[in-house]
């Protein structure tokens, strides 16, 4: 043998040997020794004290699924006991967390690059007090304390076990005070015996759902609102496997609003997906805004069953869609799809809903409206009717909530086939869709059936300034005038409809408001009806039973036509054309209407056709507020002046502008023809009467 080839074997042997002792060496040395040294150099790492109280393990394990020669390098198992990490020296806490027992193989290789690879750790009962306050400043992100730079140690976990722990939040950013509790469940809980087998027969189409392994519980505040809930998760939770779904099962009550789900996770760490069954329910969905951020109206109590899946990894932003849900806003039902997007320069929500039958009383807080609770044992009657004005006053003054107009953009269609007011006013077909976009909202159209004929708007309210102004146009054709009152047998009798047109603009942060400052015009014909004074109490109009009582007594009376041409100035009606043409009598209608002040000054002149009928020489009056006016008989001096004047006024007054709602009648002889022909031509002097 040469001497190279034995200096050569001797330094192999030699190597060897050392390797061999070091193995010994590692596999039996006290790591209980170097636990100040790794308490020292952690707690430097993190920029906050760390220490290991406990007893301090480390088992050398290959690891097969590695592969290749990866797979012959050991990797250690850490078990460490009593584990604590402390706080930020801001934090109100004295520990930031605490772990009984902690174990986990470490990647050898990858610390060299300052990277810490944990593919699987198993905690035993982790208990942790996160803290923020509302500068930001949170004590679970770590810096280094010489340059106030974050560490640059990155840590990578791929699995995380837990036993029976607790978390605890102070975040006075999202003004939370919560705490978790988490014990373990005693017996797995198949997924399916919690989300349903149909869920999670859609589930294994994918990836299989663990078993539900672990309870919580959660009590506390949550954006100032009382919290309160349970539920279930699994045992081993997959942090950047976004192949493998993590069961995941809640009932939450969060002041007013209660949600319940029940579905999966994955990719907790990179925000990966949701895909959950989703039943919410509660006072008014305006409650939602505080805690998710969608602006939604105030509605009576509601309830949604469906499928959330979110998208929180996409590029332009987190996107959550609820898919075929069906549900309740009150006493209406509510079906379809919604989704909404999280990106710049805002969040939008867009969908498509249905619904087979609408309650008007449901729809109220859509036009400000208050809602009110529906309790389960009022009559229909009861839950149709109207709110009663406060103070007096009869238009509704909720104001709009237009700063939350700017926080999000909207686009939905809502598609209704019944709508119930009450049993006097049949409506149906309802479409409308709904655009909110910086601040402006549009319905662009709503239309509606209403007694065999329709109702066609578009509204358009700005909300991107200070001040909210709006604008709506409103054309109404063919409504039968036996439709629109079922319950009258006179009306029955009657082939006339009611056509009309509105445009009026204005400002103001309510309905009141708006009318109230109303600048446009109002055009309205009705023939060939009847007017009673019962037809009046059925229609709930007391001014109108007082009026025609006073003008035709208890007997039903033939209208041959109605027209109405109204000009709205800054909150104040005034009719150009208001007349009644009847079997008895041609009633004209003058003044004002002070939508601002809800006030009425209106004179109601009747121009006899005959003598038989004397309680018509004498106009009415109608003075006063909406909500309570006063009716009376004018003096007859008054009366002879009046009934000329309006006689000639209203031959005098142009009427064209009425013509055109003629035009979608029927084939059918409309009796307003020959009045608004005959209000068209000027008056004519008699001929002298021969001597």
Known sequence: MTRSRKIAIGIVG????????????????????????????VSAAIGRPFAINGDLDVQWQRQPEEGGW??????????????????????????????????????????????????????TEPAADLERLADGRANWEFTLPETGEPSPWVLDI??????????????????????????????????ADVAGAAFADE????????????????????????????????GMLALQDDRQPFPVQADVAIGGTRAAVAGTLTDPVNLGALDLRLKLSGASMAQ??????????????????????????????????????????????????????????????????????????????????????????????AKDAPAKPKGGKVLPTQAFRTDRWRDMDADVSLDAGRIVHDSKLPLSDLSVHVVLQDGKLTL?????????????????LDGSGASLTGRVELHARRLRLKQLFPATAAM?????????????????????????TATGDVKMLVNDGVISRSLMEIAGLNVGNYVVSKLFG??????????????????????????????????????TADFKNEQVDMDITPDSKGFRIFSLRSPLYVRGTFGSPDVGVHVLPLAARGAGMVALGVLLTPAAGLLALIAPSTTDENACGPLLEQMRKPPRAPAPAKK
Request: charged share 20%.
């Open 14 to 41: 030699g190597a060897a040997l050392l390797v061999a002792v070091l193995a010994v060496g590692i596999a039996t040395f006290d790591w209980n020794r170097a636990r100040p040294m790794i308490n020292e150099r």
């Open 70 to 123: 990866r797979a012959w390098v050991p990797w250690p198992r850490v078990i460490a006991n009593d584990i604590s990490v402390g706080n930020a020296p801001w934090a109100k806490a004295p520990r930031f967390a605490t772990l009984k027992r902690g174990e986990f193989s470490l990647a050898p290789l990858p610390l060299l690059r300052q990277r810490v690879v944990i593919r699987r750790i198993q905690l």
């Open 158 to 191: 791929n699995e995380i076990g837990f036993d029976k722990g607790r978390v605890g939040l102070v975040d006075e950013v999202l003004k939370a005070d919560l705490a978790v509790q988490v014990d373990p469940l005693g017996k797995p809980v198949p997924f």
């Open 203 to 234: 589930e294994g189409a994918k990836t299989a759902p663990r078993d539900y392994v672990f309870g919580w519980t959660v009590a506390g505040k949550y954006k100032g609102l009382p919290i309160k809930g349970e539920g279930k998760v699994g």
């Open 288 to 381: 939602l805004y505080p805690l998710t951020g969608v602006t939604l109206p105030d509605t009576p109590p509601y309830s949604t069953d469906g499928h959330l899946v979110a998208k929180l990894r996409n590029p332009g932003g987190a996107v959550f869609d609820y898919k075929g849900f069906n549900g309740k806003v009150g006493n209406s039902d509510l079906h379809g799809d919604i989704s909404f997007a999280l990106g710049a320069p805002r969040p939008r929500l867009t969908g498509k809903l249905s619904s087979r039958q609408l309650r008007m009383a449901d729809l109220g807080p859509l036009i400000g409206v208050p809602s009110g609770k529906v309790a389960g044992a009022e009559t229909d009657k």
């Open 444 to 460: 662009d159209p709503l239309r509606f059936g209403m007694a065999g004929g329709s109702i066609a708007s578009t509204i358009r």
């Open 492 to 516: 029955q009798k009657t082939l006339g409809e009611l056509n009309g047109d509105l445009a009026v603009s204005g400002a103001g942060n309510s309905v009141a408001a708006l009318l109230g």
């Open 554 to 591: 208890d007997d039903e009376v033939k209208i041959n036509c109605g027209a109405a041409d109204l000009e709205m100035k800054n909150g104040v009606m005034t009719p150009r054309i208001f007349v009644f043409d009847t079997e008895n009598a041609l009633i004209s209608i003058t003044g």
